[in-house]
């Protein structure tokens, strides 16, 4: 267990629908960061939060959105989902911005668009 | 960002010592090297960073050259169970740059 807590594991979820990914980082841990993994792909950075705040878009779509709250949790919200939208989403977190320690990863949630 | 560059994949047997390279070119003043590990269906794992010289831990050892513009991840006496992709990033320590993956090395242990 390394910490980072997403739910849920798998979700199965038809075309044009929308779905919300949950991540709750380390204990301690200010900064958030999501990721999409999908076969063809490899790693893919999409948006990093620090302490409730965006700091950081990468190949985000405009259907994505995402944010941190109060409690430092983090949700990803897909929505309009497309079959090409079906990966691995993974959260990590970090107690700081910066990569003293290295980022802690989730084990992921397993989105398949059907 | 320091763009990096790997081998694609690697072969070793169990109980050798394994040697990943990672070449970063561009890396600036402020970057650290990191090196993840990750299984399939698995989060990647931190294992080592470091920013110049040696840096041993319990699981590998990275090596840093004084330019710095490449580094290698040393993994002593292979075991099955270390069949992985093996992925080395360099950022700078803010937090506020993207932490982008390469493709990684794919390494394969065979007994």
């Known amino acids: 267990d390394s910490g980072v807590t997403q739910t849920p594991k798998h979700l199965i979820t038809a075309t044009g629908q929308r779905v919300t990914l949950r991540c709750s980082p380390r204990s301690g841990d200010l900064s958030v960061y999501w990721y999409q993994q999908s076969l063809d792909q490899g790693l893919q950075f999409l948006i990093q939060y620090y302490n409730g705040e965006e700091r950081a878009k990468g190949n985000i779509l405009e259907r994505f959105s995402a944010q941190q709250f109060p409690d430092l949790h983090s949700e990803l919200n897909l929505s309009s989902l497309e079959l090409g939208d079906s990966a691995l989403y993974f959260c990590?977190?970090?107690?700081?911005?910066?990569?003293?320690?290295?980022?802690?990863f989730g084990s992921g949630t397993r989105l398949t668009v059907v | 960002l320091a763009k990096t560059t790997q081998p694609i994949s690697m072969d070793s047997y169990e109980g050798q010592e394994v040697n990943i390279t990672c070449s970063h070119n561009?890396?600036?003043?402020?970057?650290?090297i990191t090196w993840y590990q990750q299984f399939p269906s698995q989060g990647p794992r931190f294992i080592i960073q470091?920013?110049?010289t040696k840096v041993t831990n319990e699981v590998a050892s990275l090596f840093i050259p004084a330019d710095r513009k490449s580094s290698t991840l040393s993994l002593p006496r292979v075991s099955l169970s270390d069949t992985a992709v093996y992925y080395c990033?360099?950022?700078?320590?803010?937090?506020?740059?993207?932490?982008?993956f390469g493709t990684g090395t794919r390494l394969l242990v065979s007994p």
């Open positions: 470091g920013y110049k």
């Open positions: 990033l360099v950022g700078d320590n803010t937090g506020f740059q993207k932490l982008v």
């Open positions: 561009n890396i600036a003043t402020n970057d650290y």
């Open positions: 990590a977190s970090s107690p700081r911005p910066g990569q003293d320690y290295g980022y802690t």
